[in-house]
């Protein structure tokens, strides 16, 4: 848990805004339920909906492995102190196949870790770099496409991006722990 000064912001627990009461209905009936994250982001209800619609397309609609998907997730988020959805992640890479050595290991620093294979050492090599935005060289690249089609290196950025964002903005707006 971070200690960092953040910004407060009301959780949104009843809501008159259409978009957003139909928003929150349709987490409810899902996997996950509503957590604190949601009930931030209601606050700005029309947006709400669209960022749902977003992270579900991510989450449901690629052709990434979830496994992988997570992996590069947690990465990211152990690489910006994401600490708010590093729970939710750890939970959900262990729901979509990781091995707990897996997850344990996804924030080491250094030497790629043997556990990982070619294809999971690509895609975490590309989550730091993406992370640092120090951009990617040759041979990263390279590895990436090796592994992941044109279409999957575009869902993979994209759901990195989420993540990188809400992992600042978790650290700069004080989303409570679930």
Avoid: W
Wanted: with cysteine; aromatic share 6%; hydrophobic share 45%.
């Amino acid at each position: 848990m971070t200690d960092k000064p953040r910004v407060a912001i009301d959780l949104v627990r009843e809501c008159e805004h259409p978009e957003a009461r139909a928003t929150f209905e349709k987490l409810a009936a899902g996997s996950v339920g509503i957590v604190n994250i949601h009930r931030t982001i209601a606050n700005s209800p029309t947006v709400f909906a669209r960022f749902i619609d977003f992270a579900h397309a991510l989450r449901f609609k690629t052709e990434l492995d979830p496994a992988e998907r997570e992996l590069a997730i947690l990465r990211v988020l152990e690489r910006c102190d994401g600490h708010y959805e590093i729970v939710h992640h750890r939970r959900m890479g262990l729901a979509a196949g990781l091995s707990e050595a897996e997850v344990d290991h996804v924030g080491d620093p250094g030497e790629p870790n043997p556990i990982y294979n070619d294809r999971q050492r690509a895609i975490l090599d590309f989550a730091d770099r993406f992370a640092a935005g120090a951009g990617v060289d040759a041979a990263a690249g390279e590895a990436l496409s090796a592994h992941l089609d044109s279409r999957q290196r575009v869902e993979l950025g994209l759901t990195l991006a989420l993540y990188l964002g809400l992992a600042h903005f978790t650290n700069s707006i004080d989303v409570p722990a679930d």
